[in-house]
């Protein structure tokens, strides 16, 4: 270092402060947080039923409040396709219906697993409209992360 300084001189230490000045730069938007350069990929993972589905949509809803580009797909399996079922409501009686048809219309997509319905005896026409359907939840969540870059969450 000394002896690129003797050569280059006051050059070299120009462009050393420019760089420990440019890693010292904070980020913008105050706060401490970046603003996002384009939108998230994240996948939900719902499993547990009505009380995880409650705090996944506000976990959904808080996610595009902040990045309203937000590429969201939940996944449903297991108890966790039963707010999507026609008629459920949460623990204060609002039905899930009228939370997934906003967030649908924020470009969030709800998946639900066709094997649990098999294992469930459940059918198709028992769910919201607002519900698509995949093979297999879990096999969806990793080809979400594999292959499509989803980052992963579960309420």
Known sequence: MIELLKRHGVAVLV???L???GCATPPSGGGGASNPIGPDKVVYHL???LEQATNGLRNV???LEVNPKAQI???AHAQGVDYLMKDKKDANGNPFEVSVQELKEQGVR???CLITLRNRKLNKNQFI???TFVPSGVAEIARLQQREG???LRP
């Open 15 to 17: 462009l050393l402060i």
């Open 19 to 21: 760089g420990i000045g």
């Open 47 to 49: 499993n547990a039923g």
């Open 61 to 63: 809803r808080n996610h």
């Open 73 to 75: 797909v939940v996944v």
């Open 110 to 112: 709800f998946d639900v």
């Open 129 to 131: 409209e607002e519900a």
């Open 150 to 152: 989803y980052a992963y």
